[in-house]
């Protein structure tokens, strides 16, 4: 009913940038609100971890090992949420996952993108 579709992985070497961008959209019911939406990572043997989230109000929450040198950011006219990866780590390679707690006009529920891959080499 709501597809969120992920764009900006890649190959980078440590140290270097990506942004990442999630854009929501409703396929069958127009989206009324996004509350929040967030990045999620899962490295090979790991689980599924959170990076970071953003409110609608633009509040954000990182994990402890990404703060300094991650941040987020929504335009909520286009229902895009960022990530902004900087000085990354080899450590930070994983699949990162959109996620976002949608309100359209048939029901409020939680949705996840298809992931997209985040390679950092050494």
């Known amino acids: 009913q709501v597809q969120l579709l992920e764009s900006g992985g890649g190959l980078v070497q440590t140290g270097g940038s990506l942004r990442l961008s999630c854009a929501a959209s409703?396929?069958?019911?127009?989206?009324?609100?996004?509350?929040?939406m967030g990045w999620y990572r899962q490295a090979p043997g790991k689980q599924r971890e959170l990076v970071a989230t953003v409110t609608s109000a633009g509040n954000t929450n990182y994990a402890d090992s990404v703060k300094g040198r991650i941040t987020s950011s929504r335009d909520n006219a286009k229902n895009t949420v960022y990530l902004q990866m900087n000085s990354l780590k080899t450590e930070d390679t994983a699949v990162y996952y959109c996620?976002?707690?949608?309100?359209?006009?048939?029901?409020?529920?939680?949705?996840w993108g298809q992931g997209t891959q985040v390679t950092v080499s050494s």
């Open positions: 409703g396929i069958i019911f127009r989206i009324v609100s996004i509350n929040v």
């Open positions: 996620n976002a707690d949608v309100t359209t006009v048939k029901a409020r529920s939680n949705y």
